[in-house]
């Protein structure tokens, strides 16, 4: 069963800092991840997928990397902002196309 | 991108009835949706798959004659949860994946509080 971690679970950041959200999976056996960012109380945005064939994508502030192999993903912002305040999910489809989400990393940048 | 929505968006129902939420992709045919649960403070949780014309497939541990699937058309899913229960309050969110590439597309999401 695909178990998907998210470390840290929170992060608290000064304004104008870059940070590194981390992601790793038990099955590499994967199609495709997906970052996401949820506000509170709300649904879910996407932000970044990367294919399993592929080892990067880029978004503005934003830079997510796959190392399939060694079953790990990161997500890069940028000059973060206090607008980038948000739980951001990690998640990967496997077989049947179901999404296994971590657990999210609570970011909070302060002014 | 691609559109999914949800009706209702939050929900208030009283213990032991029933309610309806509906997920509809909106601008594509999805022969699958998927149904998660996120209780607060924690992650989503898949709970079942939604397959056009055929049965829903349940996820271990989620009662199938209380969650009532029903994918009627390329475009609807709907999840009936069935004699609701206070511990049945959760955020309810659908999604769909609308082409090769499985880029899932979310809906917004349903409150439901049951008292």
């Known amino acids: 069963k695909q178990e998907v971690t998210q470390i840290p679970a929170a992060l608290s950041v000064p304004e104008g800092e870059n940070l590194v959200l981390n992601c790793s999976f038990t099955d590499s056996a994967i199609y495709n991840l997906q970052w996401f960012r949820q506000d509170p109380g709300k649904g879910l945005t996407s932000l970044l997928l990367?294919?399993?064939?592929?080892r990067e994508q880029t978004s503005g502030r934003l830079n997510a990397s796959l190392d399939k192999s060694s079953g790990r993903s990161t997500l890069y912002i940028a000059a973060s902002q206090p607008g980038d305040s948000a739980t951001y999910l990690c998640a990967v489809t496997n077989s049947g196309y179901a999404l296994n989400f971590g657990k999210g990393t609570s970011l909070l940048v302060t002014p | 991108g691609a559109v999914v929505s949800q009706h209702p968006s939050w929900v208030i129902c009283k213990s032991g009835t029933s309610v309806k939420i509906e997920c509809r992709s909106l601008d594509f045919q999805a022969t699958t949706m998927f149904w998660y649960r996120q209780f607060p403070k924690q992650s989503l949780m898949l709970m079942a798959t939604s397959n056009e014309g055929s049965k829903a497939t349940y996820e271990q541990g989620v009662e199938k004659d209380k969650f009532l699937i029903n994918h009627a058309s390329l475009t609807l899913s709907t999840l009936t949860v069935t004699s609701a229960h206070p511990e049945d309050s959760s955020f309810y969110i659908c999604?769909?994946?609308?082409?090769?590439?499985?880029?899932?597309?979310f809906g917004p999401g349903t409150r439901l509080t049951v008292t």
């Open positions: 999604s769909a994946p609308k082409d090769r590439d499985y880029e899932q597309y």
């Open positions: 990367i294919q399993s064939s592929q």
